[in-house]
């Protein structure tokens, strides 16, 4: 149980194009989803915080213009990289959680932006 | 402040038991988690423990929690060559709150 589901796995495209990846829970209903960026060898870094049907919380420092997040229903959250330029490529990972219960998360997705 | 600090590297041979250790620094932590990321991967859920518990273990995974020196270790039993990864460490501040903090990864090497 407590599978998430992330799409697509890998992007590459040109600079100046939006990119949308999608985040959901297979077998569970999330009340709340999370996405983080990764750099190589770092850490996990919160990006924002979704509840369904709500506007979802941006960390410092997270332009909520250029990464449009959409949590429209329990089971589905979308990012969307809008205009991606090369500083925009990473490593996007989602996860989802129930209540209280551990966060589970996404096979994340590589955005390389040439 | 809100740091989780981990050894970056360890390197351990087949059949022997890997420790990793991880500290945190806000007390009012009630969940710690280990999760594991294999190359290209998400991150895999493996162990946690609630902050009023000592040790807890599952399988070849113990997990050990000294809360009064904010000090947290993950033991490998066994380990196999599968075992190879990046382990995270994260904690969780309250009950009421909702974003985990990781620690930058120990990075595990097994070898046969």
């Known amino acids: 149980g407590a599978v998430v589901s992330q799409h697509p796995s890998r992007v590459i495209c040109k600079s100046g194009t939006s990119v949308k990846i999608e985040c959901r829970s297979l077998?569970?209903?999330?009340?709340?989803m999370f996405w983080y960026r990764q750099f190589p060898k770092q850490s996990l870094m919160l990006m924002a915080t979704?509840?369904?049907?709500?506007?979802?919380?941006?960390e410092q420092g997270v332009e909520k213009d250029k990464f449009l997040i959409n949590h429209a229903s329990l089971t589905l959250s979308t990012l969307t990289v809008t205009s991606a330029h090369p500083e925009d490529s990473s490593f996007y990972i989602c996860?989802?959680?129930?209540?209280?219960?551990?966060?589970?998360f996404g096979d994340g997705t590589r955005l390389s932006i040439l | 402040g809100e740091d989780v600090e981990q050894s970056l590297f360890l390197s351990v041979r087949e059949g022997d038991s890997s420790v990793i250790n991880c500290t945190y620094t806000d007390s009012s932590s009630t969940y710690l988690y280990w999760y594991k990321q294999e190359p290209g991967a998400g991150l895999q859920l493996l162990t946690y423990?609630?902050?009023?518990?000592d040790m807890k273990q599952d399988q070849r995974l113990t997990v050990l929690l000294n809360k009064k020196d904010k000090h947290l270790s993950l033991r490998i039993a066994d380990t196999q060559t599968g075992d190879s990864a990046i382990y995270f460490c994260?904690?969780?501040?309250?009950?009421?709150?909702?974003?985990?903090?990781f620690g930058k990864g120990t990075t595990l090497s097994v070898s046969s």
């Open positions: 077998d569970f209903q999330a009340t709340t």
């Open positions: 994260a904690e969780k501040k309250d009950q009421a709150g909702t974003a985990l903090i």
């Open positions: 423990i609630f902050s009023n518990m």
């Open positions: 996860s989802a959680r129930v209540g209280d219960q551990p966060q589970h």
């Open positions: 979704s509840n369904e049907g709500s506007k979802a919380t941006y």
